[in-house]
């Protein structure tokens, strides 16, 4: 049902992790977690996950993805 949507949804979703409020963020990794069990390749949302961390100026921001996400 939401298969057609995963490209837009995983480019919203991965934005969103960057918001400065928390509450954001942790809706983000989860709704990208629920969207890994239905996403047919998942490689691409790693490599794009792991770029997010590897750039995120904020530590909280990289805890969030780390823990939630990966």
């Known amino acids: 049902m939401l298969k057609p949507f995963l490209p837009q949804l995983q480019t919203t ?38 770029t997010n961390i590897k750039s995120a100026e904020e530590v909280s921001v990289r805890l969030v993805i780390y823990v939630y996400c990966i």
């Open 13 to 50: 979703f991965m934005k969103a992790l960057n918001d400065p409020n928390r509450a954001v963020r942790l809706k983000a990794a989860d709704a990208l977690g629920k969207l890994i069990v239905i996403h047919t390749r998942v490689d691409p949302l790693f490599t794009e996950l792991q």
